[in-house]
């Protein structure tokens, strides 16, 4: 009688155990939104970058995962600025046939969060202005004519104004305008 009794737990067991199974799997979904395992994390730890831009030294600059979200239900949470009529005196300016060089540049901005950051952007506008000027201005006109040279000029004045700022945060830079003459 106790193998009989040992082969029908087994079986109810047997029986029982897809059920506990996908309860399992279940319970898991719901509580990871969905995905069976949890997400790793993926947010970086802080850097410590120093930048040099002619005499220039920048302290740190902190390179975290922004805590506001690119979209809000599916809309997004950033809007565009643009800084216009930049125009810079490149350093060596003359070309060395006597000609004075210059540089206009329209910068584009993907910012956020909505509202708080146009404003914040706008109140700064001063600041940010010399800082991209005192910036280019360092640059000679063969940089600043190699358009190998935009991606980083553009990385380094997405971090200057995202230093500068503090309620909100550049996402992207673009030159819509740039104009060597």
Do not use: C, H
């Amino acid at each position: 009688m106790a193998e009989g009794t040992s082969n029908k737990n087994l079986i109810i067991f047997l029986a029982v155990l897809p059920f506990l199974v996908i309860a399992a799997l279940l319970s898991a979904l719901y509580i990871n939104n969905g995905q069976i395992l949890p997400k790793e994390d993926t947010t970086k730890k802080s850097e410590k970058v120093k930048v040099k831009s002619g005499d220039v030294e920048d302290d740190e600059f902190s390179d975290e995962e922004d805590m506001i979200p690119n979209t809000v239900e599916g809309v997004p949470n950033y809007e565009f600025y643009t800084l216009e009529g930049l125009t810079v005196n490149p350093s060596g300016i003359s070309d060395g046939k006597g000609r004075l060089r210059i540089l206009v540049v329209k910068i584009g901005m993907q910012v956020k969060p909505l509202g708080t950051a146009i404003e914040e952007i706008t109140s700064k506008e001063i600041i940010i202005r010399d800082s991209v000027n005192y910036y280019l201005a360092t640059k000679d006109i063969p940089y600043l004519g190699d358009p190998k040279n935009r991606d980083e000029m553009k990385e380094r004045i997405l971090k200057m104004m995202n230093k500068i700022l503090k309620k909100s945060k550049v996402m992207k830079i673009s030159f819509p305008t740039y104009i060597i003459q």
